[in-house]
């Protein structure tokens, strides 16, 4: 990677600490950025990056600590302050307005030289001088709502550019992206840092920090627990210093009998929210012992999918068979009574109540059956029990069994909801994400039960995003795009790229004819 | 507000807690103002805890009282024992069919609950007066020439018994309390209630659970009116002249029980059991409230006034509460994802992932 500039740093936070009631989120933090690199923010939900950035961004204040840009003590009060000295920020959900242009939005909250109209033509003709400097392909007059996510990116990253940040903040930007799109990303920011600016690159995506990091700050319980280069670290000691233990990154896969089909998806066609079809022609098998994953950038039809097996969206044509009997007129509890089991992807949303205690989300599936309940009264003794049971069994930290879900971290909820999907011991599992958001420990944790319950003879389809997951968990591994299946690899034959080709819409004899003229290894692992 | 109308304050106030709670014909006064707000407000708190909002209490009253008294009307000799537990079921029923109309409405529809529940309310007013007026007219009434808008006085056999105790008390006032229990148990210890709570709370993770969040939009609008039908069925039965009666105009023979009891069930926290003191709380004033305007000649609007006042108080406590919460859990979590812990709290019966 890029050597750093030498010389006096752009950014320097000295001694940040700042206490929340209960928590001291950041405990004499020391961090600089200087010209020229991309320093990785490292951590998990918790560790205390976000407080960091949000101290930097104004938007809070630091209890203690000193803030020096060019060697300058400063103090940021407010996002404005910010953006005057320089500091920008792209956040994980992109702050743009849909019905406005790529050029409205990037002269939004400028000074404008009218007094009331502004003039728009000087910022469309600067997007476009920008856009051939830096290869950012942006076309100033589309509306956003027009832009794929990538895009859209692009017109974050234009505002920054338009602004003449000298020192930008990324939070986790890849993960709305397909591996080629990062590719690209990863290009534009460093045509960036060649300019001199400064990046703090927030991720904890191990595989994107060591590629694009020129150093690494890692942060745990609020304090720095590591500083390296990519060139002295592996990523398992990176997810060692992120976690405070061992962790295995990779999970043990053994050999499990593969027998008959459980799921068996045919011509299946489902229809979006809009009216259009989000799923066609979609035919997969998965049988028991298997572990089927579905690769595919977020939006490709994944969510429709799992929504049409579950039930919640009714299939415009074609059929899914579930341990021998067609569900695709089934309700939700009817097919739950098949054997079927879900993780969904919004936890929150619909996967948990977090006003519900943990015992009440524990027994939210199986309530309104023996023993759990009798003659429509809950058996309380008996959920005692079966809750306490179940909360030791999938290790779900929780002070009580009637305190709130919402008061558990992500990985807690997440492990809670596979406590009661297990719990009923399904034949079919779908997981969408199962370990999105929650931390190193808990995915570990969780890729381990998948992994037992695969070893125990049940069809697992697996929902992700996260190719390492997918890679590692999938016995054979279906890539979607555009509600289709573009090919279905074989685990051996799996790899970033050709997932990556395949969840571009490259179809798998083009990607077989650009994988003999690439070499190996260029990607972004 | 009293020194602003001119008023010893000190007197006025003295006159509303003498009024409400000075002996024991006071205290009964109060309870018996009290037990139909309750009904009304374990049913709002059943509808509420079902994440729906029922403003159709006067109306779910009106069809409770008119459905009881027909049924009294064709039943008059069935001996008490049987008739009574039969009338006060006919009214749920009455209560539960308006009530689940607008459950259905909400569910298959898609018509707003709010808008609905009033305009069920208008209706069933102005059948109450069509029916007063015409078919049900107390005989008597229209020999005599008078032709005032109320039925017949109803079988004695239908009367709500007075306890003892020397004060007008009635049977109504301990089924409203055994009703408010009855619900709590409803809510908390049966898998029905479970499921209520849960499609309140959540529809989108009830509907992935295997719950109907329809059917059960539309269970918590019949739980709800039948709540409130019991209400009208104690109102008749249990007033004076023991028959159904209207002044013709919107308010009925009600006295606002429908709105007076979501106050009741707001200020009991939504809890069937702590809508028991809160009711009993608004029938005191309630009836102090006639008391103070003999007293310092301000009018019982005031009255009215404090219950807008309370009304306000209690939802912004809510909302304070909710606030500071919330800040305790961003503290505790500032770098979490703060999306997932605002699950949302919309109550569409048809959930659909936004776009």
């Not at chain 1, 070893?455 to 190719?467: F, N, P, V």
């Not at chain 1, 798998?508 to 290894?521: C, I, L, N």
Request: glycine fraction near 12%.
């Amino acid at each position: 990677m890029g050597p750093t500039t030498a010389g006096s740093p752009l950014l320097e936070l000295e001694g940040i600490t700042k206490r929340f009631p209960g928590v001291v989120a950041n405990d004499r933090v020391d961090f600089d950025v200087r010209p020229g690199e991309v320093h990785t923010l490292l951590g998990e939900n918790g560790a205390g990056k976000s407080t960091l950035m949000k101290i930097l961004y104004g938007l809070y204040h630091a209890d203690e600590g000193e803030i020096r840009l060019r060697g300058e003590p400063v103090t940021i009060d407010s996002p404005s302050d910010a953006i005057e000295q320089g500091i920008g920020m792209i956040h994980q959900h992109f702050m743009l307005v849909p019905t406005l242009t790529v050029a409205e939005n990037v002269a939004l909250g400028l000074p404008s030289g009218r007094r009331l109209l502004q003039d728009l033509s000087p910022v469309q003709q600067r997007i476009r001088e920008l856009s051939e400097i830096y290869g950012l392909q942006v076309d100033p007059d589309a509306y956003i709502w027009q832009l794929a996510v990538g895009e859209r990116q692009r017109v974050e990253i234009m505002k920054a550019i338009y602004r003449d940040v000298s020192l930008l903040i990324l939070d986790e930007p890849t993960s709305v992206l397909t591996p080629a799109e990062v590719d690209d990303l990863f290009v534009t920011l460093r045509q960036m840092t060649d300019g001199g600016r400064g990046l703090v690159f927030i991720s904890h995506k191990l595989h994107e920090v060591m590629s694009l990091s020129d150093r690494i700050t890692v942060l745990r319980g609020g304090r720095v627990t590591g500083r390296t280069v990519p060139s002295e670290t592996s990523r398992e000691q990176l997810a060692h210093m992120m976690v405070g233990r061992e962790v295995r990154l990779a999970p043990n896969r053994s050999e499990a009998d593969v027998a008959d089909a459980r799921l068996t998806i045919s011509a299946l066609e489902v229809l979006g929210d809009r009216g259009t079809p989000a799923v066609t022609d979609f035919d997969l098998e998965v049988r028991s012992g298997e572990v089927v994953g579905i690769a595919g950038v977020s939006g490709n039809g994944q969510r429709e999918l799992a929504e049409a097996l579950a039930g919640l969206r009714p299939a415009a044509s074609g059929t899914v068979v579930m341990n021998g009997v067609e569900t695709t007129a089934k309700t939700p509890k009817e097919i739950r009574r098949l054997g079927v089991s879900y993780i969904p992807e919004e936890r929150m949303r619909d996967g948990a109540i977090g006003e519900f205690s943990v015992a009440e989300n524990l027994i939210l599936t199986s309530h309104d059956l023996p023993p759990t309940s009798r003659r429509g009264f809950l058996n309380f003794k008996q959920i005692e029990t079966g809750c306490s049971d179940l909360v030791r069994r999938f290790t779900v930290k929780t002070p009580s069994l009637e305190t709130p879900t919402a008061n558990l971290s992500g990985g807690n909820i997440q492990k809670l909801i596979i406590a009661r999907e297990l719990s009923g011991e399904p034949e079919v599992l779908i997981a969408s994400q199962p370990t999105r958001g929650v931390d190193i420990g808990a995915a570990e944790y969780i890729h381990t039960v998948l992994m037992d319950q695969r070893a125990g003879g049940i069809a697992i389809l697996l929902i992700s995003e996260d190719l390492d997951e997918v890679i590692g968990l999938s016995d054979r591994i279906a890539v979607m795009f555009e509600g289709r299946v573009m090919g279905i690899l074989d685990q051996e034959e799996a790899t970033v790229q050709r997932l990556g080709l395949l969840m571009a819409g490259v179809s798998d004899g083009e990607a077989e004819e650009r994988a003999g003229r690439q070499p190996a290894g260029s990607g972004p692992v | 507000m009293l020194v602003v109308l001119g008023a010893n304050p000190l007197t006025g106030y003295a006159a509303l807690l003498d009024g409400a709670f000075g002996g024991a014909k006071n205290l009964a006064n109060s309870a018996l103002k009290a037990m139909p707000l309750l009904l009304v407000g374990v049913g709002i708190t059943i509808a509420f805890r079902a994440g729906v909002i029922n403003i159709g209490g006067e109306g779910q009253i009106i069809a409770g009282a008119i459905l009881s008294t027909l049924f009294v009307l064709g039943f008059p000799d069935v001996p008490r024992f049987v008739l009574l537990p039969l009338t006060f079921l006919v009214g749920a029923l009455g209560g539960a069919i308006w009530g689940g109309m607008a459950g259905v409405l909400k569910s298959y529809a898609r018509v707003n609950e709010i808008l609905s529940t009033i305009m069920l309310n208008i209706i069933a007013v102005q059948i109450l007066n069509l029916l007063l007026r015409g078919p049900l007219m107390d005989p008597g009434e229209i020999e005599k020439g008078s032709r005032i808008p109320h039925t017949e006085r109803l079988s004695g056999n239908a009367d709500l018994p007075i306890l003892p105790g020397g004060t007008r008390l009635h049977l109504g006032v301990l089924i409203a309390v055994l009703m408010a229990v009855a619900c709590y148990f409803l809510l908390f210890r049966t898998t029905q209630g479970l499921r209520l709570r849960a499609v309140g709370h959540n529809p989108f993770a009830s509907r992935y659970a295997g719950m109907s969040v329809k059917r059960n939009v539309v269970l918590a609008f019949m739980y709800s009116g039948a709540m409130c039908g019991m209400a009208g069925v104690t109102l008749v039965f249990g007033s004076e002249g023991h028959r159904l009666a209207t002044d013709g105009g919107a308010t009925t023979f009600t006295g606002a029980a429908g709105f007076n009891g979501i106050v009741a069930a707001l200020f009991g926290g939504l809890h069937p059991l702590w809508t028991i003191p809160a009711s009993f709380l608004f029938g005191a004033l309630l009836v102090g409230a006639n008391a103070m305007q003999r007293a310092v000649q301000v009018p019982a609007a005031l009255i009215l006034a404090l219950n807008g006042l309370v009304v306000v108080f209690v939802v912004g406590s809510m909302y304070a509460r909710a606030r500071l919460a919330r800040a305790a859990s961003e503290s505790s979590d500032q770098d979490g994802e703060s999306d997932s812990r605002s699950p949302v709290r919309s109550a569409d019966p048809e959930p659909r992932n936004p776009p």
